[in-house]
């Protein structure tokens, strides 16, 4: 059908493409094929050439491929076939099995009339991929409807925690104050000690359940991302500080920060962590509290410095976990929420937080802002 | 002439002595009228039920609002309440146990006059006790007869 050079440069062309090529006649009979046919299909070039292509097709399509392949002769054009309509397709291997394929149809007009080039790629893999990409999605999509559900039901179990066991303790301590009061004419001093470690622990608990809900709520809470100015807040938190304690000799050197975040959970762990540094600095003479940023490794991390007591970095991996403290009661009260709270609003906005402290050298705590951060 | 009461609302037994010593230690001598649910409110409130026959014209002068109660619940208390033109102006102060709760009320704006939060500090419920007590009872003199 071709010159020999022409055919020569065709030939070479065909067996060098990855897909498996026929080429068909007008009444559908393979005219040629390249060497891929074999292997997608285990015929050899010469076992289908003359047949019909329909030896290449299962046999519940032959009738309607018939009709198809008239039809395309009538009015050829070049066309992905079937997938088109949404059709998978199939080929018929010449041990009888069959696999998924992908055809790409062209008209040729030729000397000897009109032929149709078709290219068939194997989809097997492709196939296999598409399914374990859908098989995953819906996992996922399943999995993320028990995760809408369990936060519903975190949500109200919170709820509940904060009416419910609030209750109890209201009247535990409201009615501990009133036996107080009578008591107190009678002067038992036994007796009013024990009923005034009753209301501190009732109080006490009361703080624990208020700290926990309110971690509860930033973990659950939407983030609306601004340009927050960071030195502006810590401000005011030392305003407040200063002015919760005003005989407190206390220096804060705070760099100018901006960042982008959520300014209702970054102030919040600013807070925290501004406190924190206050609390553990309330046994120096002079307190001095940084709030600073450095350019490390093509990020900026932030850090809030103290020259408080500072703890023993072996128990550095319990500072952020909720409940846990490193310092007795007595030596500095808290509830360990704090920096559970810090380290869920860090993690919130794709950052990291970690510290560096030794017994009374300061506690510094480091932390960056993901993406977010300008 | 006698003072109007005060209509305490809550479910729970110790929370209601509570606040009833709450009220006392702050000098408010107004009876407290204390309904256990939702729908005793609304049958004091509307003279029915129990209390059919009552005056309804005598309207508290200030509704003290659990909201979690059995039956009818506070919130539903504070819409019958507000949609009918004989209660729809008294004040209404609603106790919440947690700030969610009080945020959630906020967001129905059914017309609460305030929130006060249940603190599990006596000392503290008697204090914001103290400070409700003294601004409704003065904003809300007795009509004049």
């Known amino acids: ?374 | 002439m006698k003072d109007r009461v005060i209509l305490l609302v809550e479910d729970n037994p110790d929370d209601a002595e509570l606040t009833k010593l709450a009220l006392s230690r702050n000098n408010l001598r107004n009876e407290v009228v204390w309904a256990k649910d939702g729908v005793e409110a609304l049958e004091y409130l509307f003279g029915t039920g129990s209390y059919a026959g009552r005056d309804v014209a005598d309207i508290p002068v200030v509704v003290l609002l659990d909201l979690k109660m059995p039956r009818v619940d506070g919130l539903e208390v504070l819409k019958q309440l507000r949609a009918d033109p004989r209660t729809a102006i008294v004040p209404v102060v609603v106790l919440t146990s947690s700030r969610e709760e009080e945020d959630r009320m906020r967001g129905y704006s059914l017309g609460a006059n305030s929130y006060v939060r249940k603190p599990v500090d006596f000392d503290e419920f008697v204090k914001s006790a103290g400070q409700l007590g003294m601004y409704w009872l003065l904003l809300n003199e007795a009509p004049k007869d």
């Open chain 1, 1 to 374: 059908m071709f010159s020999d050079g022409d055919e020569k440069l065709f030939q070479s062309l065909m067996e060098a493409a990855p897909d498996a090529i026929v080429i068909v006649d007008g009444h559908g009979k393979i005219v040629w094929a390249n060497s891929q046919v074999h292997a997608l299909f285990g015929y050899s070039s010469a076992q289908v050439l003359d047949q019909p292509v329909e030896k290449l097709i299962p046999e519940r399509y032959t009738d309607k491929h018939k009709q198809h392949r008239s039809h395309y002769i009538d009015s050829p054009s070049v066309r992905p076939m079937g997938s088109a309509m949404g059709r998978e397709l199939f080929g018929l291997r010449q041990d009888g099995t069959e696999f998924p394929i992908a055809i790409s149809l062209s008209p040729l007009t030729t000397e000897s009339g009109k032929l149709i080039f078709c290219d068939i790629r194997d989809m097997t893999l492709q196939r296999e991929v598409e399914k374990s990409i859908t098989e995953l999605n819906q996992r996922l999509l399943t999995q993320n409807d028990e995760l809408v559900v369990m936060n519903k039901e975190l949500e109200a179990f919170s709820y509940s925690v904060s009416h419910d066991l609030r209750t109890p303790l209201r009247a535990i301590d409201g009615f501990s104050r009133v036996l107080e009061e009578e008591l107190r004419e009678t002067s038992n001093e036994a007796c009013l000690g024990y009923l005034s470690r009753v209301r501190s622990a009732a109080q006490r608990m009361g703080c624990l359940i208020d700290d926990l809900l309110k971690l509860s709520r930033i973990t659950r809470a939407d983030m609306v991302i601004n340009e927050v100015n960071l030195s502006l807040v810590a401000r005011q938190l030392e305003h407040n500080l200063h002015q919760q304690s005003p005989e407190r000799i206390a220096e804060f050197a705070i760099d100018s920060i901006k960042v982008r975040g959520d300014e209702r959970l970054l102030t919040v762990a600013l807070e925290n962590l501004l406190n924190n540094a206050w609390k553990f600095t309330s046994k120096n003479r002079q307190t001095l509290i940084e709030l600073g940023s450095v350019e490390q490794e093509n990020e900026t991390v932030y850090f809030v410095r103290d020259n408080g007591v500072g703890f023993d970095m072996n128990y550095a991996d319990k500072l952020f976990g909720a409940f846990q403290r490193l310092h007795s009661d007595e030596a500095f009260s808290g509830t360990g929420i704090g920096l559970a709270t810090v380290a869920r609003v860090i993690h919130k906005h794709g950052g990291r937080i970690w510290a560096e402290s030794a017994p009374n050298q300061g506690t510094s705590f480091y932390f960056t802002l993901g993406r977010q951060a300008v």
